[in-house]
């Protein structure tokens, strides 16, 4: 099919879709969490006619338009990206993954610009009422753009809806629905959003908080601390319950990344959850070494968790690449056998086609049919080839973890605090707080590490790695955009961070 | 309901969407256009803060609809989508990097410690407004006098000229095109600016700004004449509706034309209300220059995509390998796809609609001179 793989084309590319989507991760939960944020502002601002917080809501939308701006420009590049360097995947796939990217730019993105603009030069055009409904258009029109790149996101961690056609060599969208309600999509999109919701409250947090650590702007930063503390409370319980669905739906449609964020090497029945530990890098599936230098389990949760049964069986690294015949679990050595089978018998269905031989044609179909569903592993050579990069993947998956339990006991001493009216004295709080926003995108970066890294090296599921999905170009065209995106983005964030940190140090008063 | 249709209706119904949508972005890059305009026209601080704060109430329209149309094109054009964008890499990597630095030039240009200085961020906007419009003009040429790619039989894309889409700025059709887009983008902009500021006081701002429409027509003119004197003698690239099989026609956009009777009139249509739209702005003292000039853009755009697209011609041609061409047939999703993307495609009239609406509610009121330099100048653009 493809007849020389330029494995360092394909890192290249690699690294250029993280780079982006990292530097477009930066500034997107703000956008989901601060936009709710700024509404709930400005409806208060509505309901009590109490100018204070209007000028909250100004003071805020300010930092949400500097943070706007850069994420679209970091924006635009993802959508042409999969044309431009994954190419194949485009063609592959496009029949499903191009309509959510569709849907988005017509329910979502317009949304959004057409009210972005009325939410920041509308106030003496329109009405105070039409002005508030614009603000909410804005944050809800920015959550409506995530919801269909996490159902385009979904569909590549659990592929359904869709069937293979060897007339035209690509997978074809057969249920829409599917696709959009997919258990995957859904704890994608919830998980993701109230994940930013819990970002934009820290966001509010740590710049009020250095306010009052500085004794300025006291009470707009303890007005915007309170809605944030409860909204980012609120959110904290949501990613936790969100976030417990999409690992028990990465154990079901994704055995092989829950076991590399647990680093479990050998799959045991009643497993239990790694609390902490210090993973041994120098570990490979099948050899004898420990999987881990130190490490503090809890019993039976990792069963619980993952198969809502504290006895279960949780399939290991080691099941997953060769097999347990005792689990029923096929392993990668064997799925690649047929894998092979189904990439050979679709070449020569072509070839029989091209020729006419109808009949030679429909005996490959056959079994390329009975081989279909491992027609991804056909491309590994070897069965270890299907582990991703376990270190990182679990190193990030706990860091996640632990910021995420931290968070919420930040918001309820904040609300404790700011409802007894103290929270201005409790610097050792207001000093936690400062750093919170920087803890809270560490936490953002790590989820994407799990849900991305996690999955190599499939770019579809078990269908397509993203060594079939490349673009024909050299490494050295990649790496020439690699940095030259390596510069601009930079060049940028440093402005976007100059000019949000002067428009901080004015604050809401303005010059 | 869409369901019912076949799959060719399908296809053609989703080119006049795609066609439709590429159209509206062709007009509403008067962004853009205004963008090349700000050194110009702005002599004064408070006549580029005018121009900037007019321009960039729409920016995001035009950004959106860019986006918007490689999305409608990736959901049902998806072989046109990987080949164009994995083979012409370079031309639209650099389309790309225009409208990244665009994106952030609004909302950083006036802001204190911005890092790179308001003179970078004019430049990014002039850069967005030039090379970004040229080569997509340039990219839209293509669609007439070919590509050099080769499909292989699971449709893999082979680009043969090392210069990776970039080749085709080196075309004098294609450059031509790529010319009369700025131009025409520029007359726009400069319509939309008399349209959409008050310019009470600042009267010779006004005549700049009403000068710069005439010029900038007068500057398209060669290469639109260009463009369309080659079009109608170039050989086309024809398709067989029973084989499928791709060959050179002579005359082949000038039949196309002929042939289409709606497309012809579109393109004459189009063209005498640009004129229309120039004429009433520069010699009637009118300022909704821009309503004949975007609607004229529009229907040029679409009789442009149409010729390309309809009439069994390959819109996205292999001068390399003529069977990789990209029919609106071959390229296209899946029957399913088409049906469940036209339900969705329900919802542009009411974004249309919306739009349509908000934009009226905003601009009721013209952006003046007070507004960008008061007591809310801090936050203005």
Known sequence: ?511 | MFGNLDTTTLQQLWWIIDSLVGSLFLFLIFVQGGQTLLWQLGKANVEKSLIINSLGRKWEMTFTTLVLFGGALFAAFPKFYATSFGGAYWVWMLILFTFIVQAVSYEFRKKPNNFLGEKVYELFLFINGSVGILLIGAAVGTFFTGSNFVLNEYNFVTWTNPLRGLEAAFSLFNLSLGLFLVFNARLLGAMYLLNNIDFTGYEDFEARTRKAVLVNLLCALPFLLYFLISLVVMDGFGVDPKTGIVSMVSGKYLANLLSMPLVLIFLLAGLVLVIWGVVTTSFRGKNNGIWFGGLGTVLVGLAVFFTAGFNNTAFYPSKAALQSSLTIYNASSSHYTLTAMSYVALLIPVVLAYVVYVWHLMDAKKITAAEVTGEQADEMY
């Open chain 1, 1 to 511: 099919m493809v007849e020389q793989i330029d494995l360092s084309m394909v890192n290249w590319a690699r690294a250029q879709f993280a780079l982006t989507a990292m530097y477009h991760w930066i500034f997107v939960p703000l956008t989901l969490g601060l936009s709710f944020l700024i509404a709930f502002y400005e409806s208060i601002y509505i309901k009590t006619r109490n100018e204070e917080w209007k000028k909250i809501a100004k003071f805020w939308m300010t930092l949400f338009g500097i943070n706007f701006a850069i994420g679209v420009a970091t924006g635009i590049i993802l959508e042409f990206e999969f044309g431009t360097n994954w190419s194949n995947y485009s063609w592959m796939v496009g029949d499903i993954f191009g309509a959510p990217l569709a849907v988005e730019g017509i329910a979502a993105f317009f949304l959004e610009a057409t009210f972005f603009a009325v939410m920041f030069f509308g106030w003496e055009r329109v009405s105070k009422k039409f002005h508030l409904f614009s603000t909410w258009m804005v944050a809800i029109g920015s959550n409506l753009s995530a919801l269909w790149i996490l159902v385009a996101n979904g569909w590549m961690q659990y592929p359904i809806g869709m069937a293979f056609n060897p007339d035209t060599a690509r997978f074809e969208m057969q249920d829409f629905w599917a696709i959009l309600f997919s258990p995957v999509a859904i704890s994608k999109f919830t998980h993701t959003t109230s994940s930013g919701f819990l970002f934009g409250s820290l966001f509010v947090i740590t710049i009020s908080s250095w306010y009052l650590l500085k004794g300025r702007h006291i009470q707009m930063a303890r007005k915007s601390i309170l809605v944030a503390a409860v909204f980012g409370l609120l959110s904290s319980g949501y990613v936790a319950f969100t976030g417990d669905e999409a690992a028990y739906n990465d154990a079901q449609k994704q055995p092989m990344k829950l076991a590399a964020f647990e680093g479990l090497y050998d799959g045991e029945k009643g497993a239990g959850l790694v609390a902490a530990g210090i993973i041994n890098s120098s570990k490979k599936v099948g050899d004898d070494q420990d999987a881990f230098l130190f490490e503090i389990r809890i019993p039976w949760l990792l069963s619980l968790l993952a198969n809502r049964d504290p006895g279960s069986f949780v399939p290991g690294i080691k099941d997953l690449v060769y097999g347990n015949e005792k689990e029923n679990i096929m392993g990668a050595d064997e799925k690649i056998k047929k894998g092979k089978i189904a990439v050979e018998q679709l070449a020569l269905y072509k070839k029989a086609k091209k020729a006419g031989d109808s009949a030679g044609a429909e005996a490959a179909l056959t079994v390329f049919n009975q081989n279909k569903e491992y027609l991804g592993f056909g491309y590994l050579n070897a069965p270890e080839e299907a582990v991703p990069p376990v270190s990182l993947v679990y190193y990030a998956f706990h860091i996640m973890v632990a910021l995420g339990s931290l968070f919420p006991i930040i918001f309820i001493a904040y609300l404790f605090f700011t409802l007894k009216g103290t929270i201005i004295h409790q610097k050792w709080l207001l000093s936690i707080g400062v750093v919170s926003m920087f803890l809270g995108l560490a936490a953002q970066q790590c989820g994407w590490i799990v849900a991305e890294v996690g999955r190599q090296p499939w770019a579809i599921q078990d269908l397509l790695p993203v060594t079939i999905a490349r673009t024909n170009l050299t490494a050295g065209t990649v790496q020439t955009t690699f940095f030259m995106f390596v510069a601009i983005f930079t060049l940028l964030l440093i402005a976007e961070i100059r000019i949000m940190l002067k428009q901080i140090q004015i604050g809401p008063e303005g010059k």
